[in-house]
């Protein structure tokens, strides 16, 4: 598997072949979120706390 399919939104799921991704660190390890999905980061950070969470345990 290659790093690309590897890359996908930390909210949606999409890989950056199907959309672009911006790079997001937290707790010092990078995740990813697509543009339709900033929106969501921004002001309904509550909504990804259960993601944020298995980011940080990993």
């Given at each position: 598997?290659?790093?690309?399919?590897d890359n996908?939104?930390?909210n949606c799921q999409l890989s950056e072949n199907?959309?672009?991704l911006v790079p997001?660190?937290?707790t010092g390890k990078q995740a990813w979120?697509?543009?339709a999905?900033?929106?969501v980061l921004?002001?309904?950070?509550e909504m990804l706390s259960g993601k944020l969470a298995e980011?940080?345990?990993a």
């Open positions: 598997m290659s790093q690309s399919e996908r939104c930390l199907e959309t672009p997001l660190h937290y979120i697509c543009p999905c900033l929106p921004i002001h309904k950070t980011l940080e345990a």
